[in-house]
C-alpha cells in the first residue's frame, strides 16, 4: 500500500476516532459532522495542491515555485528534480547539436541533407553559396525545384550513386561542382558538393598544354619525315640536296627552339623565389642592345635610352630571358628600316623596363591573350620570324616572380610598346 494511501486511511480513522464517541454521547448527527468535516478537510488539502501541480505543469518552472504540503511535498521534489534533469540534458543536446551544425557549417564543402522525398532538410552555407539556397526559405522544398538542371534531376532520378555528378553551376557558367549523394538512414540522402572549379581549369589546361605541343612539335617533325622520304627514294643533284639539307635544318631547330622554350618555362615554374641578387642593369641592357643589333643586321635603329642609375633585385638569368624576348619580339615584328627603343626608368614608386618597337603593332582584341603559352596573332608570321609563341608566357612568369607587371600598348600599322613596371622593393640604388 502506498504511503499516501496509509496517510489517508490513518486521517479517516482519526476523523472516526472522534466522531464515534461523540456521537455515542452527544448526538449521533454531530459524531457524524465531525467525521465529514475530518474527511472534508483532507479533500479540500489535496484539492489545494492538486490545483498547484495542475498549475505547474501547465507551465512547469525550475525554481522554488513548486512547493508541496504534507505527502504533497515528496511528489513534487520528484518532479521538480525530473524537470531539472531533462531540462539539463536538453540544454546539453542543445549544445552538441549546435557543435555539429556549426562544424557542418564550417565545411569547405557544400552539405544539404534530403528526406525520403528528396525534400530538403538542411543545408550549410557553403552549400546555400553553390547552388543558390536559402535555407531559411528552402527548408522543406524538393531540391529538384530549386536546382532544375536536368542532368542533376536525371541524376537524383536514377538513384546510381556510385559515381559522382559533375555539374557547371547554374548561377555561373565558370563554377564547376560536383556532387556526391550518400545515402543513410534508411531513405534519406546526404549530398557532399565539392567546388572543383580550380581542378577542372588545371585539367583544361593540361589536356590544351598537351595538344598544342603534340601538334607544334608534330608539324616541323612531319616537313622532316617528308624530307628524308624525299632523300631516301629520289636521286637529287647536290644542289638540290643541300637546298633539302637546309631546310631539314631549319625544322629541327625550330623544334629545339620550341624545347628549350618549354623547359625554360618548366624551370621558371619549378624554380624556387628568384633570388635577391642585384643585377648590373648597365650591363643587361647593354647587352641587349648588342643582341638587338645581332638579330637585326642592321636592317634597324636600335635606341637606348636610361634614367637614373639604378639596378635590379631579382635572378639574372630570368629577367635576361624575359628582356630578351621583348627585344627579340621588337626585332622580328618590325620591317627594316623601323626602330627599336630599349628604356630603363626609376621613380620614388619603383621602375620600369620597356621596349618600344615601330613594327607592324597588334588589333586590340590579340592583347589580352598575347601571353598565353602558344597564342600567336599570325602564325604564319611568328613561324617565319622563329618564333614558338611561348616568348611572352616567359616574359609574365618571370615578371611575375619578381611582383612586376607586364603592360602592352599597341597599335597596327603603328608599332608595340611593352612595358615591365616594378616595385619598389626591387629595385636597388646603384
Ligand atoms: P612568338 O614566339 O610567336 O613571338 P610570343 O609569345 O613572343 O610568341 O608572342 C606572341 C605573339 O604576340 C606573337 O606571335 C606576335 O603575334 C605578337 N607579338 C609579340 N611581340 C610583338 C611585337 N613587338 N609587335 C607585334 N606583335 C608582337
Redesign the pocket.
Known amino acids: 500500500m502506498s504511503e499516501q494511501l496509509i496517510r489517508a486511511v490513518l486521517i479517516a480513522l482519526l476523523a472516526a476516532l472522534f466522531a464515534l464517541p461523540v456521537g455515542y454521547f452527544v448526538a449521533p448527527w454531530m459524531g457524524w459532522a465531525i467525521f465529514c468535516a475530518g474527511l472534508g478537510l483532507q479533500m479540500v488539502f489535496h484539492f489545494r495542491n492538486f490545483t498547484r501541480l495542475d498549475q505547474w505543469s501547465k507551465a512547469p518552472v525550475v525554481d522554488s515555485s513548486l512547493e508541496g504540503e504534507g505527502a504533497w511535498d515528496g511528489i513534487f521534489g520528484r518532479l521538480y528534480r525530473h524537470e531539472k534533469d531533462l531540462r539539463n540534458q536538453i540544454a546539453v543536446r542543445d549544445e552538441e547539436i549546435s557543435r555539429v551544425i556549426a562544424a557542418v557549417q564550417a565545411l569547405t564543402d557544400g552539405v544539404v541533407s534530403l528526406d525520403l522525398n528528396n525534400q530538403i532538410v538542411f543545408c550549410n552555407t557553403t552549400a546555400e553559396a553553390q547552388l543558390g539556397l536559402v535555407l531559411r526559405v528552402d527548408q522543406g522544398q524538393p531540391i529538384v525545384n530549386l536546382v532544375r538542371q536536368p542532368e542533376f534531376v536525371a541524376y537524383l532520378d536514377a538513384e546510381d550513386f556510385s559515381r559522382p555528378l559533375t555539374l557547371r553551376s547554374e548561377r555561373s557558367e565558370d563554377r564547376v561542382l560536383s556532387i556526391y549523394v550518400i545515402p543513410y538512414a534508411g531513405n534519406r540522402r546526404l549530398m557532399q558538393i565539392k567546388d572543383v572549379t580550380q581542378t577542372d581549369r588545371l585539367d583544361r589546361m593540361r589536356r590544351d598544354f598537351v595538344a598544342n605541343v603534340s601538334h607544334e612539335l608534330r608539324t616541323p617533325l612531319t616537313v622532316l619525315a617528308g624530307f628524308l622520304e624525299t632523300l631516301q627514294e629520289i636521286e637529287l643533284d647536290r644542289e638540290e640536296r643541300d637546298r633539302y639539307l637546309t631546310m631539314m635544318a631549319e625544322q629541327s631547330k625550330r623544334m629545339e627552339s620550341i624545347v628549350q622554350?618549354l623547359l625554360t618555362l618548366s624551370s621558371i615554374e619549378s624554380a624556387p623565389p628568384p633570388a635577391n641578387e642585384v643585377v648590373d642593369m648597365a650591363n643587361l641592357i647593354d647587352k641587349l642592345r648588342r643582341d638587338a643589333e645581332a638579330l637585326s643586321a642592321g636592317r634597324h635603329r636600335v635606341v637606348v635610352e636610361t634614367e637614373g642609375h639604378s639596378d635590379l633585385r631579382g635572378s639574372e638569368p630570368e629577367l635576361v630571358s624575359a628582356f630578351g624576348?621583348?627585344v627579340?619580339?621588337?626585332v622580328?615584328?618590325?620591317p627594316a628600316g623601323g626602330t627599336v627603343s630599349i628604356s630603363w626608368k626609376t621613380s620614388p614608386q619603383g621602375a620600369e623596363f620597356a621596349?618600344q618597337?615601330t613594327?607592324?603593332?597588334?588589333d586590340a582584341k590579340?592583347i589580352p591573350r598575347?601571353?598565353e603559352r602558344f597564342?600567336?596573332?599570325?602564325?604564319g608570321?611568328?613561324?617565319d620570324?622563329?618564333?614558338?609563341?611561348?616568348?611572352?608566357?616567359?616574359?609574365k612568369h618571370s615578371l611575375n616572380r619578381h611582383q612586376a607587371q607586364l603592360n602592352i600598348r599597341?597599335t597596327p600599322g603603328v608599332?608595340?610598346r611593352?612595358a615591365c613596371s616594378f616595385p619598389a622593393s626591387r629595385v636597388a640604388g646603384a
Not at 613594327?359 to 597588334?362: H, M, T, V, Y
Not at 597564342?375 to 602564325?379: A, E, G, L, M
Not at 620570324?385 to 616574359?395: F, K, N
Request: overall charge positive.
Open positions: 622554350d624576348n621583348l627579340a619580339n621588337a622580328r615584328y618590325t621596349v618597337d613594327g607592324i603593332g597588334i590579340h598575347l601571353t597564342y600567336r596573332v599570325d602564325r608570321r611568328s613561324r620570324a622563329g618564333g614558338t609563341g611561348l616568348g611572352l608566357a616567359i616574359v599597341s608599332g608595340s611593352f
